[in-house]
């Protein structure tokens, strides 16, 4: 069985480094360059099955993104990643999966694995 994995930044260079590391570990992989296509492509009938999200970005932020799967797809798990120590506290505070930048390979793993857990084994996953 294939996950697919949708991958939200607006940095060019960790989104390449994100693709390259996903696709490498097995994963199907997607890319929206911000929140606004993102949420276009969930809104379509393409497949996915967790969303990793920047929590700084211009435009809407991930958390707003979050907020916004919680309320359309409760099903699906978001992890957070960022550079900005602020952004992680936030969001770590709130209990979400989140990982820092630069992303470690067996981190990704391990926050992914607890992600798709999750949704497993709930109805309705909040942020996660």
């Not at 996950?3 to 989104?15: E, Q, R, T, Y």
């Amino acid at each position: 069985m294939h996950v697919n994995v949708l991958v939200v930044d607006d940095d060019p260079a960790c989104v390449a480094q994100m693709h390259e590391t996903l696709s490498d570990m097995g994963y199907v992989v997607t890319v929206a360059n911000d929140a606004h296509e993102a949420m276009s492509y969930l809104q379509s009938d393409s497949a996915c099955d967790v969303v990793i999200t920047d929590v700084v970005m211009p435009g809407m932020w991930g958390t707003s993104l979050a907020s916004w799967c919680e309320a359309t797809r409760p099903e699906l798990p978001v992890v957070f990643f960022s550079d900005d120590v602020r952004g992680i506290a936030h969001v770590m505070e709130r209990g979400e999966l989140a990982l820092t930048k630069p992303v470690r390979r067996s981190r990704l793993q391990q926050t992914l694995a607890s992600a798709l857990a999750r949704r497993s084994t709930s109805s309705r996953v909040v942020g996660a």
